[in-house]
């Protein structure tokens, strides 16, 4: 059955910007109720709040400043949104930052914020103020999540990580007792701020392998495009599935292979 967005709420973290602030308009012009942007960039935040609700209607968004590393200020961005529109359906842990050179705090925000997000959204929120049956978390992870890229060793880890999380909380035991669905998308290079940030190397040795895997990189694609698959991914997609979102294209599905099938070949 499609997921129905009309009059649903919504929490997206790194929602201020790029691929977050589009996945906020995607949500919004098919009716959503209201966005929460939990984001740590402040005059981002208020900037893109303003033009939400220019666009889409007065109080359809709200910025909570919030770092996604701090468990209490994560938590204050789900206790505002229950507040504000009485209910969450939709949760995207969205913020994430691509910068192997200052990779504890890459580690950080992607993983630990990620972390934070599902057991908030799984354990305490979704699962308790959904409005219809069910709810569902968006992850966003990266192809760098499927295969690792020889420039961004700690950036891949990171979207690895994410890929085990939605194998693990995707899977039926969390869903029978939650009815929260949780899947993972994963976008190729993507014209976003991201991109253009410094510190994204360990060390210029690093940057230099780029050329190794240029061709795998593939087409920049647009947020907008991102954020329309997002939308399908969200409406149709099982529980605990991978989508891969590359070069402007229609998504697909990325299936793990049991570790089963491989016992006895070599
Ligand atoms: N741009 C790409 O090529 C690309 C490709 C694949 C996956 N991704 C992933 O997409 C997601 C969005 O990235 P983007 O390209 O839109 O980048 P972006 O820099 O445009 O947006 C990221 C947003 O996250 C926010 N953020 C950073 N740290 C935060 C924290 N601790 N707490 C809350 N918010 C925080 C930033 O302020 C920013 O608004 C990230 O998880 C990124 O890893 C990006």
């Known amino acids: 059955m499609v997921f129905e967005i009309n009059e649903k709420v919504a929490l997206i973290t790194g929602g201020a910007n790029g691929i977050g602030l589009n996945f906020a308009k995607a949500l919004l012009s098919k009716g959503l109720k209201g966005v929460t942007l939990a984001d740590v960039n402040e005059n981002a935040g208020i900037e893109a709040e303003e ?4 666009t889409y209607g007065k109080d359809k968004a709200f910025f909570v400043k919030t770092d996604v590393v ?3 200020e994560f938590e204050a961005a789900f206790k ?8 969450i359906d939709i949760l995207i842990n969205n913020a994430g930052i691509g910068a192997d050179g200052i990779w504890r705090k890459e580690v950080e925000v992607n993983v630990v914020g990620t972390i934070n997000g599902m057991i908030l959204g799984m354990d305490n929120y979704l699962n308790k103020y959904k409005i219809s049956d069910e709810g569902v ?12 890229y020889a420039q961004w060793p700690v950036y891949s880890a990171t979207k690895f990580a ?14 029978e007792r939650t009815r929260v669905r949780v899947l993972e998308i994963c976008p190729s290079a993507t014209e976003t701020d991201m991109l253009g940030v410094g510190q994204k190397f360990l060390s210029p040795e690093y940057e230099k392998t780029m050329k190794y895997i240029a061709h795998e990189i593939g087409n920049l694609q647009t947020s907008e495009h991102v954020a329309a698959e997002m939308i399908k991914v969200l409406q149709n997609a099982n529980n605990g599935t991978i989508w891969v979102i590359e070069n402007g ?17 070599n």
Not at 164 to 174: I, L
Not at 249 to 265: D, G, I, W
């Open 137 to 148: 978390i968006i992850n966003t992870s990266s192809t760098c999540g499927l295969e690792g």
């Open 162 to 175: 994410i890929t085990g999380m939605v194998q693990a909380w995707g899977s039926p035991a969390h869903y």
């Open 249 to 265: 294209e229609p998504s697909y599905e990325y299936v793990l292979p049991k570790r089963q099938t491989f016992k006895n070949k």
């Open 51 to 54: 033009e939400l609700n220019k």
């Open 70 to 72: 701090n468990y209490k």
């Open 80 to 87: 505002a949104t229950v507040e504000k529109f009485s209910h």
